[in-house]
């Protein structure tokens, strides 16, 4: 696929995947890599406290959560309401797996994601085979979440319950509280936003910004909506369910509200809202605001959950794409108006 | 037997509680996630009403107009960009806007009145019906939700209104072309709905206790149903309203708590693939 | 009574209808002919209501319509009868019929006056209106623009979907509503039944106005009987 052509959908697009596409190879990984830069010496800048260290910690899984969502949600449409899930089948089922039969948690790991990418892929193919709208994906997906808790809570001898799950084996590196882990996080989210990058500049991504554009349209002028949804929903799943699992083992320690509706999905939309969806650094943005807002915002308790609210509201009644998307195109507004002959 | 008595009383309930999240559906294509608030404001304000002296029926009743009102206030502002857009836009975004009233809500009942809940204990036994013993309160809950959805359906079959509520469900153009006002129209039903939700929180009331903590999963609830009666139909929730309380009823007695809504669920999740318009929904 | 003013309408970007006037002056029978996508339809629905216009001035007796919404200008007399029809399926013929008269209590002699023209409704009252056949269903929306008693019947293409049997019979019924003292602005690709029913007639085509004239000048009009009567 000639990477030079730019269908009719994408020149129409908000976000900077054209410019990424047609740029060479190394000006379109710049943001990854100054992005990987930046946060790399953010430890440096706070220096020995730990509860800062895992402060930013939480700030890169939610960012890591939200490029997966970012796929799904941002490039193709697909509200699945269900990443707690998805990250929780990724904790509890490694930890099963190890706790119950002495599966060596890599091995773990390995087992939940497909299990989970399978998941996402499934919901995908039912989605276009039943053809469902945004609403009703979202719905089938939040039953499913709703499911899965009542399966945590109601299987107590495996799960542990209410209780929550520990773990009774060694996690490795990423239990290691600290730089450690931070810097095993970091090196996560740096992979997950060269994928996204690449993916946005392979065919690929081409035929994610097609079937979002118009699915009908990229249907008929060829493109397998269905085959592309399922990579969509299996990747971004992957992703969010091994960042679930490695969080789980950085925790030690989980249960069922680790991995709620209220925990995962909600924050990872309003970040995604707030730092562009379908934007590449997006969820970096996002992530690090809201992270920063709710640590300030902690002594208030259960008033964060009306700021949030309003957050919401004047993201979504003011800036309809988020914020990173605006600054991308203030900056193209400004580029064009240096050069008024390009 | 009681079971399913049991299951029918829940399920009226459930119907109402769906009802009014249908009708807003169906009237403007908009999802209303704040529609647990409305119950829950409904609850508080009643609640704190009784707790500084006054009697239950007029505590209730005001508790009851506060939620209407607070719908009504809802659509006449924050709801106003939303009906700008058309079809898929509107729907989402109503979602994410009327998710973020939700938190509002919620985060200032809870943060101010963590401890309010509203208790309508109906005293005395049991009362044998059809040779059942059924609790007063579970009875009392039953007879509120039938008395409102008749009301309610005598509403929309038989008045004026009402008959002009159902044609904009029917053919938005064509209501115009009567000279029915669609978006006047919306905002009242939209403060019915919240009215609903209000009395539904009351039943609630009766057999149970309502929080500030219940709102969202209220609003799971009533979706759940409005889904599988299928979105935009009255006669739907009703039915899957009942459908599911007795599903609820039947397999808390058999099986258990967590296993039922594992079962409800489902349940809910396989009338959406097999038929995503819903029991009553047109057309797949 | 209604008189159009250059007007200019379309859907978001396009123009449809370029610099269009016309009048209808109370007691007349109107048509606007033209063939398909000629602009009559967004012409029409500009008028009532249910589009927004460019530019142009649309007034109706001492109301300026161009701004209003539907509703409101449907309760301002002008009761219009769209190509699609927009009935409700799911509810009876009586009631489609009853919500014609929004927001007024339905009148039962103005409803009997409906089911005197048009027999059939009143044989099938309780039927559902989307159980029913194109020619019913085509008086059934007639007889809801009736119900309130309209200073001005707007139609677009009533005979859309019709049979030529029935076309005929719509017409008939559009003529004894004239001869009763309605006002009728008709658009319609059939030109002959229109010319037969109209006192003026407008052509219209790629949206502006091409010509107008007494109905019966238009019949004889060479232009008209090549492009539209198929007569050579």
Wanted: hydrophobic share 50%; charged share 15%; glycine share 10%.
């Amino acid at each position: 696929m000639a990477s030079t052509e730019v269908p009719l959908g994408a020149q129409q697009d908000a976000d900077s995947a054209v410019v990424a596409t047609q740029a060479p190879r190394w000006r379109a990984y710049l943001p990854v890599v100054a992005t990987a830069v930046a946060l790399a010496a953010i430890p440096l800048i706070i220096g020995d406290s730990r509860y800062y260290t895992d402060l930013a910690t939480l700030a890169l899984v939610f960012a890591a959560y939200a490029v997966g969502f970012n796929i799904i949600f941002g490039n193709t449409n697909q509200l699945f309401l269900c990443l707690g899930a998805f990250a929780g089948v990724g904790a509890y089922g490694t930890g099963a797996l190890g706790n119950e039969l002495g599966v060596p948690m890599p091995l773990g790991v390995l087992i939940s994601v497909c299990v989970v990418a399978g998941f996402g892929a499934a919901f995908s193919w039912v989605s276009v085979r039943r053809r469902l709208d945004v609403i009703f994906v979202g719905i089938v997906t939040l039953t499913f979440s709703l499911v899965f808790i009542n399966l945590l809570l109601g299987q107590r001898d495996v799960t542990g319950g209410e209780t929550g799950m520990v773990l009774l084996y060694d996690p490795g590196p990423v239990g290691e509280r600290g730089l450690v882990s931070y810097y095993i996080f970091l090196t996560v989210l740096i992979v997950f936003l060269t994928v996204y990058r690449w993916v946005q500049r392979s065919h690929i991504g081409w035929a994610f910004r097609a079937l979002r554009d118009d699915e009908v349209a990229a249907e008929l002028s060829g493109i397998d909506v269905a085959r592309y949804k399922m990579i969509a929903g299996a990747m971004g799943s992957a992703m969010v369910a091994l960042v679930g699992a490695l969080y789980g083992h950085y925790e030690g320690f989980f249960s069922p509200t680790t991995f709620e509706l209220g925990q995962v999905d909600v924050p990872v939309l309003v970040m995604l809202a707030f730092g562009g969806i379908g934007s590449l650094l997006g969820p970096v943005v996002g992530a690090t605001v809201f992270t920063i807002v709710d640590a300030v915002l902690r002594p208030l308790a259960q008033l964060r959950t009306a700021v949030y609210g309003v957050i919401l509201l004047v993201l979504f009644l003011g800036f309809r794409h988020g914020v990173v998307p605006s600054i991308n195109d203030l900056a193209r507004w400004v580029a064009r108006r240096r050069s008024p002959g390009s | 037997m009681a079971v399913v008595l049991d299951g029918v009383a829940y399920g009226l309930q459930l119907a109402l509680l769906a009802v009014g999240l249908t009708m807003i559906y169906g009237l403007g294509g908009v999802l209303n996630l704040a529609h647990g608030q409305f119950a829950v404001v409904t609850a508080i304000a009643a609640a704190l009403l009784m707790d500084s002296g006054l009697p239950t029926l007029p505590a209730v009743i005001v508790g009851v107009l506060t939620g209407a009102v607070l719908a009504l206030i809802l659509d006449a502002s924050i709801m106003r960009p939303v009906y700008r857009l058309q079809g898929e836009n509107r729907v989402l975004l109503s979602l994410l806007i009327t998710l973020g009233v939700a938190f509002v809500i919620d985060g200032l009942l809870i943060y101010n009145y963590p401890f309010t809940a509203l208790n309508l204990n109906v005293a005395g036994p049991a009362i044998n019906l059809l040779g059942v013993p059924m609790r007063r309160g579970s009875l009392a809950a039953s007879l509120l939700a039938l008395v409102a959805l008749g009301v309610l359906i005598v509403f929309l079959r038989y008045t004026r209104r009402g008959k002009a509520v159902r044609s904009i469900i029917e053919d938005e153009e064509g209501a115009q072309l009567c000279g029915i006002n669609p978006s006047r129209i919306r905002t009242a039903v939209f403060a019915l709905s919240g009215g609903l939700a209000g009395v539904a929180a009351v039943a609630e009331g009766m057999t149970s206790s309502l929080s500030a903590t219940d709102g969202l999963n209220l609003t799971i609830l009533a979706l759940i149903v409005t889904v599988v009666g299928g979105l935009g139909s009255v006669a739907g929730a009703l039915l899957a309203g009942l459908l599911l309380g007795i599903v609820y009823s039947l397999a808390t007695f058999y099986i258990g708590a967590y296993v039922t809504f594992i079962i409800l669920l489902v349940t809910a999740m396989a009338t959406i693939l097999v038929r995503p318009s819903g029991l009553m929904g047109r057309g797949a | 009574m209604l008189t159009v003013e250059d007007l200019n309408a379309g859907y978001d970007d396009s123009v449809v209808v370029h610099d269009v006037s016309l009048h209808v002056d109370d007691g007349e029978a109107v048509a606007v002919i033209g063939s398909n996508g000629a602009g009559k339809t967004t012409l029409l629905r500009t008028i009532c209501g249910l589009l927004p216009a460019r530019s142009g001035t649309v007034v109706y007796g001492d109301h300026a319509l161009l701004g209003k919404p539907a509703h409101s200008v449907a309760r301002l007399g002008v009761a219009f009868v769209p190509a699609e029809r927009h009935l409700f399926p799911r509810m009876s013929v009586q009631e489609n019929l009853e919500l014609g008269a929004y927001p007024a209590r339905p009148d039962q002699q103005q409803l009997e006056r409906v089911f005197e023209l048009f027999p059939r409704l009143k044989d099938r009252r309780r039927q559902q209106a989307g159980t029913m056949s194109g020619g019913e269903q085509q008086m059934l929306a007639v007889g809801r623009a009736l119900m309130a008693r309209p200073s001005l019947l707007v139609l677009d293409e009533p005979t859309t979907g019709l049979a030529p049997i029935l076309a005929e019979e719509a017409y008939a019924s559009l003529k004894v509503l004239r001869s009763e003292g309605t006002t009728v602005l008709v658009a319609e690709q059939q030109v002959p039944l229109a010319l037969d029913l109209a006192d003026r007639a407008y052509v219209i085509e790629d949206g502006r106005m091409q010509m107008d004239g007494q109905a019966t000048d238009l019949v004889d009009h060479p232009d008209v009987r090549r492009a539209y009567l198929g007569i050579a």
